[in-house]
């Protein structure tokens, strides 16, 4: 079984830290994503990676980085963070030219 | 730009059939997903149309219509376990890659 794994499923931070989300995936998975989920909204994508070292900035990257220096790993950074970025994050993991994603578990993070 | 519309909550009776429609539109069509998420669980798979007509898996079945921009997700002998949020993912993207961009989610309840 594909099993994508997240560094917490909780997690609360204070305005101005710099937090770091990881994301593991065990089946040698070409492409990562990280989303965010709010109510109402859906699940919008922030940041996608398709090799090791490459990102490509998805639908709302403003105040996050990513890292990817092992392919079974997608890091989020939210280098400050603000109140907006309380959500529900979700990291989903395909391969090359395969459409369906696995997702983890999801980290709800609280900013306060 | 991208527009997906599925509503927003349904009801329905355990044993029932009901279906859920999708409408979207997304440039660079290539195949649209279902996904189930339970509340407070990540999105897991339940299919995937790249052709248009109906693909069937066992009590869950997706029909698609590449030129009205329309699919729904058909669920039969409705169970209880059923309930959850039913989300409408059109893909999109070059040969190789593929970008989902979910919409917003039904939220179906079973009822006894």
């Known amino acids: 079984d594909v099993k994508v794994t997240q560094s917490s499923r909780y997690l609360v931070k204070r305005t101005g830290e710099k937090v770091f989300l990881e994301c593991v995936q065990d089946?040698?998975?070409?492409?990562m994503f990280w989303y965010r989920q709010d109510p109402g909204l859906g699940l919008r994508l922030i940041y996608f990676?398709?090799?090791?070292?490459?990102?490509e900035k998805g639908d709302i990257p403003e105040g996050y980085s990513v890292s990817r220096e092992k392919k079974e790993r997608f890091s989020l950074i939210l280098e400050s963070a603000s109140t907006n970025q309380t959500s529900m994050y979700l990291c989903?993991?395909?391969?090359?030219?395969?459409?369906?994603?696995?997702f983890g578990p999801g980290t709800r993070l609280t900013v306060t | 730009g991208q527009n997906i519309d599925q509503p927003t909550e349904m009801t329905a009776t355990e044993g029932a059939i009901v279906q859920i429609n999708c409408t979207y539109q997304?440039?660079?069509?290539?195949?649209l997903f279902w996904y189930q998420q339970h509340a407070g669980e990540a999105p897991t798979f339940l299919s995937y149309?790249?052709?248009?007509g109906l693909e069937e898996k066992g009590r869950f079945s997706s029909f698609l219509s590449r030129s009205k921009g329309y699919s729904y997700l058909l669920l039969k002998e409705l169970q209880m376990k059923d309930s959850a949020s039913y989300l409408c993912?059109?893909?999109?993207?070059?040969?190789?890659?593929?970008?989902?961009?979910f919409g917003t989610g039904t939220r179906l309840l079973v009822s006894p």
């Open positions: 989903a993991s395909n391969t090359r030219g395969a459409g369906e994603q696995y």
């Open positions: 089946m040698d998975h070409e492409n």
């Open positions: 990676s398709y090799d090791v070292k490459m990102k």
């Open positions: 997304t440039s660079g069509f290539n195949g």
């Open positions: 149309n790249v052709l248009d």
């Open positions: 993912a059109p893909g999109n993207g070059n040969t190789g890659f593929q970008k989902l961009v």
